[in-house]
């Protein structure tokens, strides 16, 4: 196989990727009977499947706890309860169904409308909450969803989505609406994630199959790492801060992506708040415990080694050979930095702290800041404190989305022991590349269509029938209604007269200069050329326009050094125009010819 060519695929690889297809395929029919659904129809079945897996919490804990080897049964049953009572009691009485809001000073109606099929990616480290919260959430939107779970944690997801589906089904549910990937592999998920019949991801795992998600063409909502930094503020309760962070870090033995990874103390009351962690199960390892630790906890990768990964402090302890009191619930490294020479400041997924001590706040601030960049961005950090002020800097200027005030980081951040929506799956936002800074709840499974009523009368211009021009321009021959370049103004035709009339002119006029009568007229002559334009010394005219002009007229004004001024109506016969052109002897007014 040449550099850069893809592995060949296997039987198991090939049954993966026929099964997601055809898994995708019959979600896509069931979606559509599924998007027809009343909203009391939708609301019995989650209320049917939440009432059936609540009893199977414990049960379920335990199959989780003994596939994957990750965890605590009484922590992972806690996870289990809270996702089928605490996530369903926030999403029961959700609108997802029609009209879900009424906007009235607006004239808006908001209409639900099902994102579409779900792809839910199913991790091993909160298996079985996880699947029971995504089934949840999203046949509350009326999605159909296609799990694939992880290799290690498939048989205890698949006992979840089975006891789900078959409620599901008694209740009403569509058959397919709730279907599991049974042979689970990289290029079936894949497959499942860029099928044409998937509408959107929902990725809850590492950062592999997090950026596997978001490059599979599909809206995806993924989840980062979270490498939660803690701060113990000098105005905190010492006590109850210490207890937090090992009770947050020691629940579910740190599974969770939001579990705390650092402590930053001030040094004002770091004495005391060393004191508080050993009295209450935390061990301080020694310089060269932690260093012995760090080479056997986190790979060259910088990733933790999966025989680490949800054990409980006295197994990783006794793995290293190390003594510690009974009841030790965490293990906490002194660090003097963050980054790739200070392996344990990394994500952990165990019970293991790194420690920090600071100046105060400020110094305390940007060291939080320092452990987030470093695989933690837009996820969860926690300020224990009783300055308001401090509390609200936190907040101005951590990069993360959840800060938890006096809580563990742990069970703040899903809403467990906060305000925040329940959820199992927490967006990142644009500090850790997801969509959304949210929890994920059914309103994320769901478009809104918005009937937009008239508020305000469109402004039309006035469109006149016959386009108006402005005077002196004329409309474009190829633009109807458009004006063009200017044109020069028409002149005036003169007043019609008759050939008898105009001869009975010019003989009374020769008869005041005692001239003869004009011969007989000799046949009309050609049309006068048109005359010269005025010369620059022409431009004022101080007489009035002569009213007929002929060779002898010409011969009076050369000899007495005067000029002609001829007008629009002057007569000019042939020979007194060759004439007096030549001597310059015409002034024109009014229009040219």
Not at 420 to 438: H, V, Y
Not at 481 to 502: F, H, M, N, R, T
């Amino acid at each position: 196989m040449g550099p850069g060519a893809a592995p060949p695929q296997t039987d198991k690889d090939l049954a993966s990727i026929a099964e997601a297809r055809a898994l995708a395929r019959r979600a896509k029919t069931a979606q559509a009977v599924l998007a027809e659904f009343s909203q009391q129809q939708v609301d019995a079945i989650v209320d049917a499947m939440a009432a059936a897996v609540t009893p199977q919490a414990e049960s379920l804990a335990r199959l989780a706890v003994e596939e994957t080897g990750y965890g605590v049964v009484a922590d992972k049953t806690q996870k289990n309860l809270f996702a089928s009572q605490q996530v369903y009691d926030f999403i029961r009485p959700m609108k997802t169904v029609g009209v879900i809001n009424r906007i009235d000073d607006r004239k808006i109606i908001e209409i639900a409308e099902p994102f579409g099929v779900v792809a839910a990616v199913i991790p091993s480290t909160n298996p079985t909450s996880t699947a029971i919260y995504k089934i949840l959430i999203a046949t509350k939107a009326r999605c159909a969803v296609v799990m694939t779970p992880h290799p290690s944690a498939a048989r205890c997801i698949t006992c979840a989505a089975d006891i789900m589906n078959e409620a599901g089904r008694r209740a009403g549910l569509p058959e397919s609406a709730i279907g599991w990937m049974r042979t689970v592999t990289l290029e079936g998920t894949q497959e499942l994630m860029k099928s044409r019949e998937v509408s959107v991801i929902l990725a809850t795992g590492g950062m592999g199959l997090v950026r596997a998600a978001y490059s599979a063409g599909k809206p995806a909502y993924g989840v980062g790492p979270g490498n939660a930094p803690c701060y113990i503020e000098s105005s905190a309760d010492i006590r109850k801060a210490a207890n937090d962070i090992l009770t947050g870090k020691s629940f579910d033995n740190g599974v969770l992506c939001s579990s705390p990874n650092s402590v930053v103390v001030d040094q004002a009351v770091e004495a005391e708040a060393r004191r508080q962690f050993q009295e209450q199960g935390g061990y301080f390892l020694s310089p060269a415990e932690a260093d012995a630790l760090g080479k056997q906890l986190v790979s060259p990768q910088r990733l933790p080694n999966p025989a680490f990964v949800g054990k409980s402090a006295m197994v990783i302890a006794g793995k290293l050979g190390i003594t510690v009191p009974a009841g030790t619930r965490a293990l906490i490294a002194e660090l003097k930095g963050v980054g790739r020479d200070f392996p344990l400041s990394i994500e952990k997924l165990c019970p293991v702290l790194s420690y920090y001590v600071v100046k105060d706040w400020r110094e305390g601030c940007e060291r939080c800041k320092e452990i987030l960049r470093y695989g933690g961005m837009g996820h969860t950090m926690s300020i224990h404190s009783q300055n308001d002020a401090v509390i609200l800097e936190f907040g101005l200027h951590k990069p993360a989305y959840r800060i938890c005030v006096n809580t563990p980081t742990t069970h703040g951040s899903i809403g467990l022991t906060t305000g925040l929506d329940p959820a199992m799956t927490l967006g990142c936002g644009g500090f850790g590349g997801n969509i959304t800074s949210d929890n994920i709840s059914p309103k994320h499974l769901l478009n809104i269509k918005r009937v937009a009523y008239e508020l305000r009368p469109a402004s039309v211009p006035r469109v006149p029938t016959v386009p108006e021009v402005p005077k002196g321009l004329v409309p474009s021959a190829n633009v109807p209604g458009a004006p063009a370049l200017p044109k020069a103004p028409v002149k005036p035709q003169p007043e019609s007269i008759s050939s008898d009339a105009l001869i009975s002119r010019i003989d009374k006029f020769l008869a005041t200069r005692g001239l003869a009568p004009m011969a007989p007229m000799a046949p009309t002559p050609a049309p006068l050329a048109p005359l010269a334009p005025l010369a620059p010394d022409q431009a004022q005219v101080p007489n009035p326009p002569e009213q007929f002009i002929c060779e002898e007229d010409i011969r009076h004004a050369i000899r007495e050094g005067r000029k002609l001024v001829i007008g629009e109506r002057t007569i000019v016969t042939p020979s007194a125009k060759d004439a007096g052109e030549a001597a310059k002897v015409f002034l024109y007014a009014g229009w040219l010819p």
